[in-house]
Structures are given as structure tokens and as C-alpha cells.
């Protein structure tokens, strides 16, 4: 084969690279679609849809109620976790105490 190659010009190369590129392509495609479909099977043997399987474990993110609350404006609040806001790292760079501005529920 390696003779045959030689023999070939770049065009015809690189329309060589194309189909080969192509073909290896819709190669993949093809058996993805064969594990998918039997993964597919499967699912619905043991009585689940193959996207309840795949769906289940995923966690959504948890969102943490706010435990601080801006003195002047209430619409600033902080949950106590992460990274401290500008109004909470000016409150204790000036000696305050974060308990004072507790959201007492």
C-alpha cells in the first residue's frame, strides 16, 4: 500500500485524508448508536428509561438561606458561607462583631 501511496499526488492525498477522516467518522457515529440503543435495552429490561438512569444521580446545587444581613440595606445579605462580601469584611476590618447583624427569624 505504502507503494500505491507514492504513486499518488497531494491532491489525491489529501482527498484520500478526507474520506479516510469520513469514514472513521460515521464509524464512531455507528457504534455509538449501537451502545446507546443497547444501553437503551437494558434500561427498559430492569424497567427504567435509559434518561431516568442517567438523570438520577445528578445533584442540583443547594441553595443556603441567608444568616447576615447589611445594616443599611437589606437587600445585601450573606448566607455565611464562601467568600465574604465587601460589606461584611469592611464590618469586621472595623472591630465589629458579625453576631450583631444575625437575621434573627
Known amino acids: 500500500m505504502a507503494k ?6 497531494l491532491d489525491e492525498l489529501k482527498q484520500l485524508r478526507k474520506e479516510v477522516d469520513n469514514a472513521i467518522r460515521t464509524y464512531q457515529d455507528r457504534e455509538r448508536k449501537k451502545a446507546l440503543a443497547a444501553l437503551e435495552e437494558k434500561a427498559q429490561e430492569m424497567g427504567f428509561s435509559l434518561s ?15 444568616k447576615y ?8 445579605t450573606w448566607s455565611g458561607r464562601g467568600r465574604q462580601p465587601a460589606w461584611v469584611k469592611e ?3 472595623s472591630g465589629g462583631d458579625l453576631d450583631d447583624y444575625l437575621i434573627r427569624k
Open 4 to 9: 500505491e501511496l507514492d504513486g499518488m499526488s
Open 52 to 66: 431516568e438512569l442517567t438523570t438520577a444521580g445528578s445533584k442540583s446545587r443547594k441553595v443556603h438561606p441567608a
Open 69 to 76: 444581613r447589611h445594616p443599611d440595606d437589606s437587600s445585601k
Open 91 to 93: 464590618i469586621l476590618s
